[in-house]
């Protein structure tokens, strides 16, 4: 008897739990259309249009096992797309396959670069009618630093990385080689898939209440218990270990190999051909300031700049609650060159 009432209890505190987070969902874009890869994927591209005269287009890229909405808490968080936007930014949002729509999970880093990246920039060039100012978070940033040099910037009129690198054997990082042999272990288990997006839902409530130690992924005085939340519940995406392995080349050699083209990350992307901007946290230890300026010294753009957020960690450099007033002017500035 003792047993069915913890069992009963259980049940009861676990469906509360999971509707304060439902409760917490981040609005949805005011226009979604579609991009087609090259191999057929559909991948969504959402479009905040400005009611003012428009500056400009800007193009923000979300990072690993992340959604695009992780620039869009609103209204339980802070939203850059919706900043931008409100500025008179013409502003676009780009989801990696697997995270919109259906997909296998069997795609690797060389797909988001050759494939789900062309496509998407290609479709903001077209509606845009102009060249496109990339922001990318964590891995987003490596990809438009990548995209950049491989393709010559046709479509870009600068980059932006924020909490990014190229090279995460540098510096002491959450990331390291045990991770890569759990990776090792995963696939010669048979296992595609990393459930994240399933452990971050599950712990969402437990960070809104400041019960994790996260202090590496964000600063939690820079993010309400809304925006925790909206962010743990709803923002997160399942990975697949075919890409985590690829990433993880970044520990056997000089920097991230992209394994379709045969070619490290820090060698094709050593000149860029448009402006570039870093941002990084100073408590970031998934890219510290460290690891990123390795990149920074090493890749050559016309008028590259470097910006250290010093009390920032990794997510709270795009949502956190201070963002707007202390990390996005300077992104907007940069902007406007």
């Known amino acids: 008897m003792r047993l069915w009432k913890w069992l009963a209890g259980g049940a009861i505190i676990a469906g509360a739990a999971e509707c304060w987070v439902r409760s917490r969902r981040p609005d949805p874009p005011p226009k979604r259309r579609f991009a087609a890869a090259g191999d057929g994927h ?44 409100a500025r008179g930014w013409r502003v676009f949002l780009g989801s990696m396959r697997g995270r919109e729509t259906g997909s296998a999970f069997d795609w690797t880093f060389s ?54 690198a190229l090279h995460y054997g540098v510096g002491e990082t959450d990331f390291g080689e045990e991770k890569r042999r759990e990776c090792t272990r995963r696939t010669l288990r048979g296992r595609r898939k990393v459930w994240n997006r399933l452990y971050h839902r599950i712990a969402a409530p437990a960070a809104a209440l400041g019960l994790l130690p996260r202090r590496g992924l964000y600063n939690p005085d820079h993010m309400s218990a809304d925006a925790r939340l909206a962010f743990h519940g709803h923002t997160m995406a399942d990975m697949t270990v075919p890409e985590l392995f690829e990433l993880a080349s970044t520990f056997e050699g000089d920097g991230i190999e992209c394994a379709e083209l045969g070619r ?43 910006h250290l957020a010093e009390s920032y960690g990794h997510v709270d450099l795009v949502c956190g609650t201070n963002a707007d007033r202390e990390i996005w002017p300077v992104l907007e500035s940069f902007l406007d060159g």
């Open 111 to 164: 797909d988001y670069l050759l494939r789900d990246v062309p496509a998407l920039a290609r479709s903001v060039r077209a509606r845009a009618g102009e060249r496109f100012h990339w922001v990318g978070h964590s891995l987003g940033g490596v990809l438009g630093l990548a995209y950049a040099a491989n393709s010559g910037g046709r479509e870009l009129a600068s980059v932006t990385t924020i909490g990014s």
């Open 42 to 85: 559909r991948l969504a591209l959402d479009e905040y249009t400005p009611t003012v005269a428009a500056k400009g287009t800007v193009y923000l890229q979300h990072g690993l096992g992340s959604r695009a909405n992780t620039f869009d808490l609103h209204p339980h968080g802070p939203s850059l797309a919706r900043w931008l936007c």
């Open 264 to 306: 490290r990350l820090p060698d094709l992307a050593r000149k860029l051909p448009v402006r570039w901007l870093s941002i990084v946290g100073g408590r970031d230890s998934l890219c510290p300031p460290e690891t990123a300026r390795w990149t920074y010294d090493r890749v050559d753009s016309p008028g590259k700049r470097w």
